[in-house]
């Protein structure tokens, strides 16, 4: 459990300049011609890389959009693989200039680390795999198990508070890096892999025979996972934070990656204001009229990035849940540009 802690520690000590050192983010990225992305290690649907080191995946897209924002072209978007443990380090440090990661939105990370999250773009929350022949139907009925997980995350604490409450006793098999864990459960070095659901439907792909395992019913946390960036930068914070908003309220407004250019004609106020053909809402976080609608052309709308990485139709196959629109039933809801 003291290693849960470490990525804390060194977040905190860096702290104390990244506000100096973040001050103006936007203006280094447009200098230097490309946005550099902290991402996972290989995490299918969220960040992955192929054999030709193309990325793709939810939080792929998402640093696509804002580079997209910025440059006009989602190949300006840079991919630094991190293990859990790493991420937070470098984005204070620099390394990094965002952080899409599947990353759980805190209240320590929010202060300790001096980092802001810009908005949640996967509802998630933590669950268990185990093997079938391990004859469970409940996360009720694993006391005394082993359970395999990552260092420097919020999987350990949630553990720990879920076993305690049920008054079962348990061991903790951790690693710093996903592949790891992912190796140690499918060589049967513990009996029981926790992580964001999420992450393992992406991850029971990657395991010998994935059919002789199964996901249990429980969910035991909330995880809301979106970038972050360093603290002490408003207009980075902004040009983030929104373009992540301009994804979900195009959805919601109908406007998607083949018809944005014919949506720029519409007499609808808010795809005006959106699409910058009335006022200067770009211009106020430092971008041109056009930033949302590049974003929107290099990935598609929330909804359309949803389904291509992790949707119904992939080999993840999850459902929209509460990542559907508010209007749907879901969480997904964003500020109106106005």
Request: charged share 20%; aromatic share 8%; glycine share 10%.
């Amino acid at each position: 459990m003291k290693k849960s802690i470490v990525p804390l520690v060194a977040g905190a000590a860096l702290a104390v300049t990244a506000v100096s050192a973040s001050a103006a983010t936007l203006d280094d990225v447009k200098a230097k011609g490309s946005v550099q992305c902290g991402v996972s290690q290989g995490l299918p649907g969220f960040s992955n890389p192929d054999a030709q080191g193309n990325w793709s995946g939810l939080d792929v897209d998402t640093c696509k959009a804002i580079a997209a924002a910025i440059f006009g072209n989602g190949d300006a978007a840079k991919f630094t693989p991190l293990s859990a443990k790493e991420r937070f380090t470098a984005l204070q440090s620099g390394e990094v200039d965002v952080l899409t990661r599947n990353t759980t939105w805190t209240m320590s990370r929010d202060t300790d680390l001096g980092l802001n999250f810009t908005g949640v773009n996967y509802y998630d929350g933590q669950g268990f795999m185990v093997p079938k022949d391990l004859g469970v139907s409940s996360a009720l009925e694993l006391s005394g198990a082993s359970v395999c997980t990552n260092t420097g995350t919020t999987t350990e604490l949630n553990v720990a508070d879920y076993f305690r409450s049920h008054d079962m006793d348990y061991e903790v098999v951790a690693f710093e890096k996903a592949d790891e864990v992912v190796a140690a459960y499918d060589a049967g070095r513990c009996d029981v892999y926790t992580t964001d659901q999420s992450g393992l439907y992406a991850q029971k792909l990657k395991l010998t025979n994935p059919d002789d395992h199964v996901i249990l019913p429980e969910i035991i946390s909330k995880e809301p996972l979106g970038p972050a960036v360093r603290q002490g930068d408003d207009q980075w914070f902004n040009v983030v934070k929104w373009t992540l908003f301009a994804l979900i309220n195009a959805e919601e407004l109908g406007v998607t990656q083949d018809n944005v250019d014919e949506m720029k004609n519409s007499d609808n106020p808010s795809i005006k204001r959106l699409l910058g053909t009335e006022g200067s809402f770009g211009e106020s976080i430092g971008l041109d009229k056009e930033w949302a609608v590049n974003a929107i052309k290099a990935v598609g709308n929330y909804g359309e990035m949803f389904d291509r990485n992790v949707g119904p139709d992939t080999e993840l196959g999850i459902d929209r849940g509460l990542n559907k629109l508010w209007s749907d039933g879901g969480l997904q809801y964003a500020p109106p540009v106005r």
